[in-house]
């Protein structure tokens, strides 16, 4: 696509239920990175996809959190037993190569509230 | 530990005035910095600088690099209320990840 995707833009659950974020990278772009921005904080890393290699989940706050990259492509962001600290917007972005030469494009966000 | 320290934390200005946004970075192998612009969620690129001394230039912001004293700055000339947004730096060490440091948040007053 033109730009990166995300849905849903906003979200709304209950304490203690699961969620599912997903990201549409721009097309060719072979890196994806899923970030964490609390309100008042700067964007928090949480995983990165890079074409076919293991993913680097150093990011993760905890076991509840998980990702995966279906055919190099579509992400989705599961966040488990979601908890209120949960809440903050998740900003999926890609890049042509590992975004150390072109810096990244962001998608608009996700943002979780768990009330 | 990389870190990325931005100043001041907020800002409020008057539309025409000039602002400058500081980033100072300690990183153990600096690659790119880059400038982001946050509106509403989606931050958008406005610079990326690698080299230092070597202004970077778009209509009325202009960005540059001090790499021997480890920081940059971003000016915004003639500030109009479109330009009220939090102003992201990112510093890459030479790996994927870039660190972020947690904003400007900029207002200006008509």
């Known amino acids: 696509g033109a730009g990166v995707s995300q849905s849903p833009s906003n979200k709304v659950t209950e304490k203690g239920k699961d969620v599912e974020l997903r990201c549409d990278p721009i097309s060719g772009h072979t890196a994806l990175y899923w970030y964490r921005q609390s309100l008042g904080q700067g964007l928090e890393f949480l995983i990165y996809f890079q074409g076919n290699s293991a993913p680097d989940k150093s990011g993760l706050p905890s076991d509840r959190f998980s990702a995966e990259r279906t055919g190099g492509s579509v992400s989705t962001l599961t966040i488990q037993r979601t908890q209120q600290e949960d809440s903050a917007v998740y900003l999926c972005?890609?890049?042509?190569?590992?975004?150390?030469?072109?810096?990244?494009?962001f998608g608009s966000g996700t943002r979780l509230t768990v009330v | 530990e990389d870190k990325v320290v931005q100043s001041p934390l907020s800002l409020v200005v008057h539309e025409g005035d000039t602002v400058t946004l500081n980033c100072s970075y300690e990183?153990?192998?600096?690659?790119?910095l880059l400038w982001y612009k946050q509106e509403k969620k989606a931050p958008t690129f406005l610079f990326m600088l690698?080299?230092?001394?070597i202004e970077k230039k778009s209509g009325r912001l202009s960005s540059i690099l001090d790499k021997k004293e480890l920081f940059s700055i971003l000016n915004i000339t003639a500030t109009q209320t479109g330009d009220s947004a939090v102003y992201l730096c990112?510093?890459?060490?030479?790996?994927?990840?870039?660190?972020f440091g947690t904003g400007t948040r900029l207002k200006v007053l008509a």
């Open positions: 990183v153990t192998n600096f690659r790119s």
């Open positions: 690698t080299s230092s001394g």
């Open positions: 990112a510093v890459n060490s030479g790996t994927y990840k870039y660190i």
């Open positions: 972005a890609s890049s042509l190569t590992g975004g150390e030469v072109h810096g990244y494009t």
